[in-house]
């Protein structure tokens, strides 16, 4: 049984894809970065670092530790296209 929450995860999901336009962006990022960020609730990296939809791979996780996401750096580099982090 869905709690709460994971209703209105799904609610807002549907919502969001609803009005989604923006399926044209292309998967590898536009401007071939990525950012290893912390996990922090409180941190948005979109804001806080000025990223656009579709210019960066944002990669977060306890302590913004880039070993800890190293298989994510990986595929974002090598499959994707990323050339800074």
Known sequence: MATQIQKDLVKSNEQYASKFTEGHLALPPAKKYLVVTCMDARIDP???????????????NAGGNAKDALRSILISQHLLGTREI
């Open 46 to 60: 979109k804001s806080a670092f000025g990223i656009s939809l579709g210019d960066a791979h944002i990669i977060r």
